[in-house]
């Protein structure tokens, strides 16, 4: 079992930044790949990056590429997703997830262990 604890989450204006972490326990770290998805009220959960489990890969979705980046610290069980240039549309619940074994997965499937959540919302 992994267990998986998003933070750092809150309002900010349009055009600014937020961090979110996930802090993992359980199995190994470093054994898994990484995800970040959120979902916004009325809309699926959507894929935005995923990290390898050694952290030299990485891949974005379309919608965050440039905006967005997704990073990791072993030595500390966690990963982290910078926000840059937020937009009220960036708005929604944002989630890590861990997959274990498994290289930059994008479908949500593919993730064994989900975090609770944590809200970000962008204001206008």
């Known amino acids: 079992q992994v267990q998986l604890v998003e933070s750092g989450g809150g309002l900010v204006q349009a055009g600014g930044s937020l961090r979110v972490e996930c802090a993992a326990s359980g199995h190994t770290f470093r054994n898994y790949a990484m995800g970040w998805f959120r979902q916004a009220p009325g809309k699926e959960r959507e894929f935005l990056a995923a990290?390898?489990?050694?952290?030299?890969?990485?891949y974005s979705s379309n919608s965050v590429k440039g905006r967005f980046t997704i990073s990791r610290d072993n030595t500390k069980n966690t990963v982290y997703l910078q926000m840059n240039s937020l937009r009220p549309e960036d708005t929604a619940v944002y989630y890590c997830?861990?997959?274990?074994?498994?290289?930059?997965?994008?479908?949500?499937?593919?993730?064994?262990?989900w975090g609770q959540g944590t809200q970000v919302t962008v204001s206008s």
């Open positions: 997830a861990a997959a274990p074994g498994k290289v930059l997965p994008t479908a949500q499937w593919a993730y064994d262990y």
């Open positions: 990290i390898s489990w050694s952290g030299s890969n990485v």
